[in-house]
T-cell receptor, first 116, second 113 residues
């Protein structure tokens, strides 16, 4: 049961244009959402996050939008740069207990390629 | 910056071998995690630990065990490696139980022949 889905395994964009990566989730208990970026031969690194009490969070060229009613979030990269070429993972968090805290569920990942 | 170090970048093992994957973090984080990454499946949680000597099963714990004797070190053990455990293994840590921001190691690509 894939609770977090990234339906596009790959995406191409032109340098200077917008890249939009999408993510859908099914678990209504998720209350915090994150995007991670992964380059080959490296571990994923945190990119941006959003709490379920917000519908938008912006950090430089990166903006995450959350639509709770649709259980959908998206990552916008404007303008896209060739260095943004990487695999992007969407992740969602739900509390699991006072001592165990919360844990993340990841999507399958989307390979973004930004062409010069 | 937080550093999460995985002892091996690449490992090749034979079916039935016992395999140890080691992970060390240097920022006194409480939580540590082991994930595996497979194409088309994303990152799946194997085990995690929120304190020394504490462990919790993740989504796919079968065939794995873990050890956390010291706060900075979290080991993943494959008791009897099988070919379906060929994967990229990623260790991660986070500051507290409610801090979802994970810091990942570079990963260990394990091949079981």
């Amino acid at each position: 049961d894939q609770q977090v889905k990234q339906n596009s395994p790959s995406l191409s964009a032109q340098e200077g244009r917008i890249s939009i990566l999408n993510c859908d989730y099914t678990n209504s208990m998720f209350d915090y959402f994150l995007w991670y970026k992964k380059y080959p031969a490296e571990g994923p690194t945190f990119l941006i996050s959003i709490s379920s009490i917000k519908d938008k969070n912006e950090d430089g060229r990166f903006t995450v939008f959350l639509n709770k009613s649709a259980k959908h979030l998206s990552l916008h990269i404007v303008p896209s740069q060739p260095g943004d070429s990487a695999v992007y993972f969407c992740a969602a968090s739900a509390p699991i207990g006072e001592t165990s805290g919360s844990r993340l569920t990841f999507g399958e990942g989307t390979q973004l390629t930004v062409n010069p | 910056d937080v550093k999460v170090t995985q002892s091996s970048r690449y490992l090749v093992k034979r079916t039935g071998e016992k395999v140890f994957l080691e992970c060390v973090q240097d920022m006194d984080h409480e939580n540590m995690f082991w994930y595996r990454q497979d194409p088309g499946l994303g990152l799946r949680l194997i085990y995690f630990s929120y304190d020394v000597k504490m462990k919790e099963k993740g989504d796919i714990p079968e065939g794995y065990s873990v050890s956390r004797e010291k706060k900075e070190r979290f080991s993943l053990i494959l008791e009897s490696a099988s070919t379906n455990q060929t994967s990229m293994y990623l260790c991660a840590s986070s500051l507290t139980a409610t801090n979802e921001k994970l810091f990942f190691g570079s990963g260990t690509q394990l091949s079981v022949l």
